[in-house]
T-cell receptor
Framework: GAVVSQHPSRVICKSGTSVKIECRSL??????MFWYRQFPKKSLMLMAT?????????EQGVEKDKFLINHASLTLSTLTVTSAHPEDSSFYIC????????????FGPGTRLTVL | GENVEQHPSTLSVQEGDSAVIKCTYS??????FPWYKQELGKRPQLIID?????GEKKDQRIAVTLNKTAKHFSLHITETQPEDSAVYFC???????????FGSGTKLNVKP
C-alpha cells in the first residue's frame, strides 16, 4: 500500500522558535496533501489543503502566517509552525492521495510537537 | 461546510458481541464515507469505505451501511475481539481530492 512518512516524529522546542515538519509520499506522487491537527483524545481537525505548485488553502480559523505550508514537489509538503507558543503543542498529521485513487487518503505517522 | 457528528463517544462491549457506531452528515453533496481505526499513538488506518451509490458494504467482520436520505452511515463490527479496541473515526468527503471532515471519534473497548 501507499506509504507516507513524516519527520520528525517528535520535537520539543522553546517558545518563539519555528519548527518545520516534513511530509513525504514514499512510493507515489501526491498531487494533494492535507495537514491535520489532533488534540489529545480528540478528532482530526483539518488545517489546510496543500496542492503541488500552488498556495495552500487554509480552513477557517487557521492562521496562514502562523502555519506556513509549502508543497514543493509531488512527494513533499512541509508545515512550518512559526513563532511557536505552548498552545501550538499538539499532534500534527499529514495525509496524501495516491495518483491512482481520487478518494482514499493515506496518513503519515504524525509529529508530536511540544512547545515549552 | 460539512458537519459530521459521531456517536457514541465511548463504547464498551464484551468479546464476541457486536459494536455499532453511527455518524450523520449535513452536506448532501458528500459522496464518499470512509472509516478509520486509530490505535494509541499511531496513524489512522482506513478499514472500510462506502460511496453514495451503494447502500451497504461488507468486509469480513466489518460492514458499513449508508442512508443517503437520512444522511447517516454506520459501522458494524461483529464478533468483536480485543484487538478491535481502538478509536474509530468516520469521515465524509465529496471525493475527487476534496477535503475530508471527520467525526469526533468513538473509543471502542472490547473486554476479554
Amino acid at each position: 500500500g501507499a506509504v507516507v512518512s513524516q519527520h520528525p516524529s517528535r520535537v520539543i522546542c522553546k517558545s518563539g522558535t519555528s519548527v518545520k515538519i516534513e511530509c513525504r509520499s514514499l512510493d507515489f506522487q501526491a498531487t494533494t496533501m492535507f495537514w491535520y491537527r489532533q488534540f489529545p483524545k480528540k478528532s482530526l481537525m483539518l488545517m489546510a489543503t496543500s496542492n503541488e505548485g500552488s498556495k495552500a488553502t487554509y480552513e477557517q480559523g487557521v492562521e496562514k502566517d502562523k502555519f506556513l505550508i509549502n508543497h514543493a514537489s509531488l512527494t513533499l509538503s512541509t508545515l512550518t509552525v512559526t513563532s511557536a507558543h505552548p498552545e501550538d503543542s499538539s499532534f500534527y498529521i499529514c495525509s496524501a492521495f495516491t495518483s491512482g485513487s481520487t478518494d482514499t487518503q493515506y496518513f503519515g505517522p504524525g509529529t508530536r510537537l511540544t512547545v515549552l | 461546510g460539512e458537519n459530521v457528528e459521531q456517536h457514541p463517544s465511548t463504547l464498551s462491549v464484551q468479546e464476541g458481541d457486536s459494536a455499532v457506531i453511527k455518524c450523520t452528515y449535513s452536506d448532501s453533496a458528500s459522496n464518499y464515507f470512509p472509516w478509520y481505526k486509530q490505535e494509541l499513538g499511531k496513524r489512522p488506518q482506513l478499514i472500510i469505505d462506502i460511496r453514495s451509490n451503494v447502500g451497504e458494504k461488507k468486509d469480513q467482520r466489518i460492514a458499513v451501511t449508508l442512508n443517503k436520505t437520512a444522511k447517516h452511515f454506520s459501522l458494524h463490527i461483529t464478533e468483536t475481539q480485543p484487538e478491535d479496541s481502538a478509536v474509530y473515526f468516520c469521515a465524509a468527503s465529496m471525493g475527487n481530492f476534496n477535503k475530508f471532515y471527520f467525526g469526533s471519534g468513538t473509543k471502542l473497548n472490547v473486554k476479554p
